[in-house]
């Protein structure tokens, strides 16, 4: 029987010694739990034992977990799927975060979408920093422009950037969004998060300076 909360623990050990590799504090990482389709019964073992930061990658199955967990208090939802137009009014309505954001139609329509009564919607903008043509992401040419639009919207917070690197370049890869993250920190205050690592890469990602990393199948299990 598969035990989340032993689960949990042993990844915040490795991001712990992966950052004492890395001479950085475990602090500067969020842990984000991927909970694609997963039921809401793993989630609510994973927030029993801490984890406040969930990502989904489907949006109907999201909002019905959102909806049903609305008595867990302080619980922050990531959207990190691919973002169909048709879809960005329920992403703008239950979400607070959207990390795979690649184009200016999206920005457009989240900015417009989200409510004024809600708190402005944190938007990473996805890179696709191996220039795979079966990936989402925003070429790094194309970077500048939406991130200035994302910065004018009054309704969102322009926070950062994510990447899903090629399996065989992630250190190329990592090394190259850090330095673009560090560009756009200098130009815009409110960018803090760098959100790349996974299951496979995180000590990789840690080591490279990344400050969010995205763990599905070592909390969760395999799909």
């Not at 623990?9 to 001479?23: G, H, K, S, Y």
């Not at 994302?150 to 309704?155: E, F, G, I, K």
């Not at 990447?163 to 890869?173: D, Q």
């Amino acid at each position: 029987m598969m035990c989340i909360k032993d689960n949990i623990a042993a990844i915040n050990l490795q991001i712990e010694n992966a950052c004492q590799q890395a001479n950085r504090s475990p602090e500067q990482i969020t842990l984000l739990a991927v909970s694609k389709t997963k039921p809401i019964e793993m989630i609510e073992q994973a927030y029993q034992t801490g984890q406040r930061c969930f990502g989904e990658n489907y949006i109907q199955e999201a909002v019905d977990k959102i909806s049903q967990l609305t008595h867990l208090q302080h619980i922050v939802w990531h959207y990190i799927g691919p973002i169909q137009s048709n879809k960005t009014k329920l992403i703008a309505e239950h979400f607070d975060w959207v990390q795979s954001v690649d184009r200016a139609k999206v920005i457009t329509r989240l900015n417009e979408q989200r409510s004024c009564n809600h708190t402005p919607l944190n938007i990473c903008l996805q890179v696709n920093i191996s220039q795979e043509s079966s990936k989402s992401g925003v070429a790094i040419n194309e970077l500048a422009p939406l991130a200035e639009q994302v910065h004018l919207s009054p309704n969102l917070t322009l926070r950062g950037l994510m990447a899903i690197p090629e399996k065989n370049n992630t250190t190329h890869s990592f090394q190259q969004m850090k330095r673009l993250f560090d560009d756009l920190k200098q130009r815009y205050k409110t960018v803090d998060t760098l959100s790349m690592g996974m299951s496979n890469d995180m000590n990789e990602a840690i080591a490279s300076g990344t400050t969010m990393v995205r763990i599905g199948t070592a909390i969760f299990g395999e799909r």
